[in-house]
Nanobody
Framework: QVQLVESGGGLVQPGGSLRLSCAAS????????MGWYRQAPGKQRELVAS???????NYADSVKGRFTISRDNANNTVYLQMNSLKPEDTAVYYC??????????????WGQGTQVTVSS
């Protein structure tokens, strides 16, 4: 069984920073891509940033220049450094692992979500 465990969310003032972490555990042979999504109340879940095993990254336009995604392949961990946070960044942030190779084949997995609140 594969599990994604997220940490690092919380309450921060506008202009502040937070760092999210997500560690995948289980009988994993490889993970093609890891990423972060977010869902604000009343809105659809949206991609924030993703990174492939080779290091290629993709960012939502709304976070470019403020957020940085990074990955530790050896430990199946992905990070999201969030700087210059704005109230509109408030959401539940979910970690996702795409095309996880396990004994049974390829699967996608989601974390349980971590709340990020940007407010003064």
């Amino acid at each position: 069984q594969v599990q994604l465990v997220e940490s690092g969310g919380g309450l921060v003032q506008p202009g502040g920073s937070l760092r999210l972490s997500c560690a995948a555990s289980g009988n994993i042979f490889s993970i093609y891509a890891m990423g972060w999504y977010r869902q604000a109340p009343g809105k659809q879940r949206e991609l924030v940033a993703s990174v492939t095993v080779s290091g290629s990254t993709n960012y939502a336009d709304s976070v470019k220049g403020r957020f940085t995604i990074s990955r530790d392949n050896a430990n199946n961990t992905v990070y999201l450094q969030m700087n210059s946070l704005k109230p509109e960044d408030t959401a539940v942030y979910y970690c996702k692992a795409d095309r996880v190779r396990i004994v049974q084949g390829l699967r996608d997995y989601w974390g349980q979500g971590t709340q990020v609140t940007v407010s003064s």
